[in-house]
């Protein structure tokens, strides 16, 4: 019996974790989202952010395919749930509601950190599925252990990614974020909609033509 944790999956997951997630295109929503908040707000933003995506990726990993049984809830079902998220938060995006600060302020970077950012624009409907299959294919204790460190490993990586994010805030200054911000709006309306499309026509094949 092999007890050594094959570092070749570990390598596939992490691969297709990091095509799912794009963290580099998230890089500049995570700074359209930031961008009115001091560094030390960010900093901690971005720590919760990615604290969140290893938390429920791990919750992913080893309950997830449970969890959606339970609920009787299929990936398409919430694939559809974060469309709704992601042209909730375009919509704030192009309106620049977005950026507005809340009285609260700790609970405003909670938030946002937290949704949209960790949920669903990084640990979505994509990386929750690619977990919860790989769990389920390769379910031995070696294998679990050696995805639980890919995942933070991962997450580390998204940290110090969305450090340099921040330099983009003084490069770009606040026309420049702005006018990426609704871009970035407009990309993620679009996203958003392709989600709840290909959704539809996975629970409804009848549709397709």
């Known amino acids: 019996m ?55 990726l791990f919750i992913s990993l080893f309950i997830g395919n449970s969890i959606l049984e339970v609920f009787g809830i299929s990936i398409d079902s919430f694939r559809i749930a974060g469309g709704i998220l992601i042209i909730m938060l375009a919509v704030s995006m192009i309106t620049g509601k977005i950026g507005d600060r809340q009285e609260d302020n700790n609970s405003n970077t909670n938030n946002i950190a937290i949704v949209p950012l960790a949920l669903p624009l990084m640990a979505g409907p994509g990386a929750i599925s690619l977990t919860i299959v790989w769990s389920s294919r390769y379910h031995s204790w070696q294998n679990l252990l050696g995805f639980s460190l890919t995942i933070a490993v991962f997450s580390i990586c998204c940290c110090l990614l969305f450090k340099i994010g921040h330099f983009m805030v003084t490069f770009l200054g606040k026309n420049g974020i702005n006018i990426i911000t609704r871009i970035i709006g407009l990309v993620l309306m679009s996203l958003g909609i392709e989600s709840i499309i290909t959704s539809i026509k996975s629970l409804f094949p009848c549709l397709i033509h």
Do not use: M, Q
Request: glycine fraction near 4%; charged fraction near 15%; include cysteine.
């Open 2 to 56: 092999n007890h050594v944790i094959n570092l070749s999956k570990c390598i596939k997951y992490f691969i297709g974790l990091f095509a799912i997630v794009n963290p580099i295109g998230v890089i500049p929503i995570f700074v359209s989202l930031t961008n009115k908040y001091e560094l030390k707000e960010r900093n901690k933003i971005n720590i919760i952010t990615n604290f969140a995506v290893a938390i429920i």
